[in-house]
């Protein structure tokens, strides 16, 4: 990608619609809508109406342009917005123009990529775009919103300044011996690592619920046939997605579908009955429903309330589980009598709301317990425990009183590690905090 080059790409997806937009961005960005209009290039942040016209000067459509000045702009260049009518062709032909007019077309995430070499944002605040647009629920937007804002940043912010302080009395100590600057003591040096141990693993332990915020809570619906579960998957969606039958069998297929419950998506898996059965079909659906279960971060298990106890052998793998009992409308079966389990009606929708509720209760309180504004990536994960690592191998090297020669190279592993989240980690950092901290006669 080269920076020198004016790129252009529509910002709004294919299809028909009242607008569609076109971002143009680079040091020609200005030039190319003088070349596409004929006219005079709007004064900045200045909404202008102009005709985009072809080679032979006929008007290929009306346009708002807007020119946004380099450097207060999403890539830090110079960028103008054409918002025209959002037709499939008069969009396309309007596309054409700008890059016959000089820009050529945009690759994937280019302009994030020049708004982050440009300094505009971090690569935390870069992926926060990509989230903010799949957001699947309300708390995966607000936490994409939070990242964007540089909440990640802040907190990797401080876990570096933590290792470069370190690090900064471990160089010097190496690098200037004959200024007698001696090093902190063995109990303020790992100190120090202790605490940015600490916040790294405050950090880990959001990735968890990153996955489930980006990917959605995994929720398989389990239990024996006839039991509701298809009823269940329903209702919760609002629209009959599933064949409801009584004859035992009729879903022998995992079904999949995505619903939001109190600003929190769920990928609903339907699952075949757990029984015994000769079928082969059945049996393959049933071995189906068992990795679903297995993989599950929310286990639905559902039983008839109105017949008797029957016990459903289950492996969690950790996964939360709520027990419900379906056809509450219904009279109940004393085997039941002492059962916490949930009562719900799929039937009459009795019960949904106390369901939704213990489904929030389960994952929300998950996310308080992180205590995190914006919750880490699978990249952010590895990255850390890198950084964790290294910071570990740092302190127990103090500890064991190794040359500091080595402790350095452990912790530049670790600021390395960290540096990876924002992008930005540099040598500089650690000289700036040297010659700030130290008296060195100069």
Not at 126 to 143: P, T
Not at 366 to 373: C, G, I, K, L, V
Request: aromatic share 2%; glycine share 8%.
């Amino acid at each position: 990608m080269l920076n020198t080059d004016t790129i252009a790409a529509m910002a709004t997806p294919p299809g028909t619609g009242a607008l569609a937009v076109l971002r143009i961005s680079g040091p020609e960005a200005t030039k190319v809508l003088q070349r596409c209009t004929g006219g005079r290039v709007p004064e900045p942040r200045r909404a202008t109406l102009v005709r985009v016209r072809d080679a032979e000067g006929r008007v290929l459509d009306e346009a708002v342009a807007t020119w946004f000045a380099a450097p207060s702009s999403f890539t830090g260049e110079d960028v103008v917005e054409l918002s025209c009518h959002g037709g499939m062709l008069v969009s396309r032909r309007v596309l054409e123009r700008v890059l016959a007019c000089g820009a050529r077309p945009a690759e994937a995430g280019e302009f994030s990529r020049r708004a982050f070499e440009n300094g505009r944002m971090d690569l935390t605040q870069a992926e926060a775009v990509m989230d903010i647009i799949s957001a699947g629920s309300d708390l995966a937007l607000r936490a994409a919103q939070s990242q964007l804002q540089g909440a990640i940043r802040h907190r990797v912010e401080e876990i570096a300044e933590k290792l470069i302080s370190v690090t900064a009395h471990v160089e010097a100590y190496i690098d200037f011996p004959e200024e007698d600057i001696s090093p902190d003591t063995m109990q303020q040096l790992t100190a120090g690592l202790d605490g940015a141990a600490e916040a790294l693993n405050r950090l880990l332990a959001t990735a968890d619920e990153g996955r489930i915020l980006r990917e959605g809570i995994r929720t398989a619906i389990i239990g024996a046939p006839n039991v509701g579960k298809s009823s269940l998957l329903n209702m919760l969606l609002g629209y009959e997605r599933a064949i409801v039958s009584n004859t035992a069998g009729t879903t022998r297929d995992t079904i999949e579908e995505s619903v939001t419950v109190g600003g929190l998506c769920l990928r609903l898996i339907d699952t075949a009955g757990l029984h015994h059965s000769e079928d082969a079909l059945e049996r393959a659906g049933m071995e189906r429903s068992r990795r679903a279960g297995a993989e599950a971060d929310l286990l639905l298990v559902v039983a008839d309330a109105s017949a008797p106890r029957a016990e459903l052998p289950l492996e969690t793998n950790g996964a939360h589980r709520l027990d419900i009992l379906n056809k509450a409308d219904l009279q109940e079966h004393s085997d039941w009598a002492d059962s916490p389990a949930l009562r719900l009606s799929c039937r009459t929708g009795q019960g949904r709301e106390q369901l939704e509720k213990a489904i929030e209760s389960l994952f929300l309180h998950q996310r308080a317990e992180t205590d995190s504004p914006a919750a880490i990536n699978l990249r952010h994960r590895h990255a850390l425990q890198s950084a964790l690592e290294a910071t570990l191998r740092a302190r127990e090297a103090i500890l064991a009183g190794v040359s500091p020669e080595f402790v350095s190279v452990e912790l530049r592993e670790a600021l390395e590690g960290v540096g990876a989240i924002t992008g930005r980690i540099d040598t500089e950092d650690i000289l700036d905090h040297v010659f700030s901290t130290f008296c060195l006669g100069k």
